[in-house]
């Protein structure tokens, strides 16, 4: 689906038509510069690559300061592909955050925050052990049995356990469309996104 790149400002809140306070989140929505179009004959599939937020030149690679030379574009630290454009675009073309007016929902991808190393109950929800009754003392938060003593005698693929939490890509769908502001190349939406203020989040209608 057609989408930008943008950046999470952050959260804050309006109040309805009805007096009901809706929690919403601030977005800067591009603008993004098309640094690519690619066609079915040529590549296979056709899209459209976007570029967000200026970069200098001296940290960008050589065959990226070629791409970017071609399309006539800026170098651009962030890119992205999308596809289903409605109208046709060419390379150098920029895209606002106009193309969200008549559009009610979008679908917001992110990083989510990282939280480091953390046990089961954090990580997977469990419920711990139980009562600390009959001598428990100290295994209140164990994650319990990870497999059988006899067979298969390992540890089968995929078993909920202690590890990294977070710090994965999220997407969460149909967030409603409280107001799209293009003077400020801003979008505010209904509800929370993933990540933290100034991470990159690619929208899509």
Known sequence: ??????????MTSVFSAEGKNIPCTVIEAGPCVVTQVKTVEKDGYSAVQVGYEDIAEKHVTK????????AGAAP????????????????????????????????ICGISKGKGFQGVVKRHDFGG????????????????????????SRVLPGMRMAGQDGSVRVTVQNLRVIKVMPEQNVLVVKG????????ILLIEK
């Open 63 to 70: 065959p990226l300061q070629g791409h970017f030379k071609k």
């Open 192 to 199: 929370s996104v993933p990540g933290a203020k100034g991470s």
């Open 129 to 152: 052990v139980g009562q600390t009754t009959h001598g428990q003392k100290n295994r209140l938060r164990a994650p319990g049995s990870i497999g059988q003593s006899s067979t298969p």
């Open 76 to 107: 651009k630290r962030h890119l992205a592909e999308f596809k289903d454009y409605a109208k046709e675009l060419k390379e150098g073309d920029e895209l606002t955050v106009d193309i969200f007016k008549d559009t009610p929902f979008v679908d």
């Open 1 to 10: 689906m057609p989408g930008l790149l943008g950046k999470k400002i952050g």
